[in-house]
């Protein structure tokens, strides 16, 4: 797990936070994914795009939900029971996001109190919140449009001599 502090040009909106690297669990991913898209579909105005102040490129809304995933726990770590701390596994992706410093700090003191590395806090805070506020019903959704709009497109932009021929109905 490596971290980094040092500013980056033309991303005013990571100041205060630290790039996290670290493994985390591929059914974590797959609902921070799907908690980010549903919130950009709610936000977008139909026919248009992404909602006035939408700008960035970044989807904000993923990024924020490492911040808020990771406060959500924190705000609970204090009052829970008994914690078995994640460890890596190694099929597990590693990704790159960004915390902000405060919560970096508090996962930081959790951490040292328990005496397992930050990086343990933070993943099972998102596996927590992913659990806890991301109903499996949205990703099976998401997975639902996804395949129909693959579906969709590839009947659309496959030249006609590369088309299988579509089952015929009795």
């Known amino acids: 797990m490596a971290t980094r502090k040092t500013p980056i040009p033309g991303a005013p909106g990571r100041q205060g936070k630290t790039m996290?690297?670290?493994?985390l669990p591929p059914e974590v991913l797959e609902a921070l994914d799907t908690e980010a898209w549903f919130r950009e579909r709610v936000a977008e105005v139909p026919g248009i795009g992404p909602a006035a102040g939408a700008q960035s490129p970044?989807?904000?809304?993923?990024?924020a939900l490492f911040d808020e995933a990771i406060a959500w726990y924190l705000a609970q770590a204090a009052t829970g029971p008994a914690?078995?701390?994640p460890h890596p596994a190694r099929h597990w992706p590693k990704v790159t996001f960004w915390v902000s410093d405060?919560?970096?700090a508090r996962c930081a003191r959790l951490a040292r109190e328990h005496r397992i590395a930050r990086s343990q806090v933070m993943t099972r805070a998102l596996?927590?919140?992913?659990?806890?506020?991301?109903?499996?019903?949205?990703?099976d959704f998401r997975g639902e449009a996804f395949e129909k709009a693959r579906t969709l497109y590839r009947a659309v932009h496959t030249p006609a001599h590369r088309r299988r021929p579509s089952p015929r109905k009795p």
Do not use: A, I
Not at 128 to 139: A, E, G, T
């Open 127 to 139: 596996m927590l919140y992913c659990d806890r506020q991301v109903p499996r019903v949205l990703m």
């Open 102 to 104: 405060t919560l970096v």
């Open 20 to 23: 996290q690297h670290q493994k």
């Open 58 to 63: 970044t989807r904000p809304s993923k990024e």
């Open 83 to 85: 914690v078995d701390w």
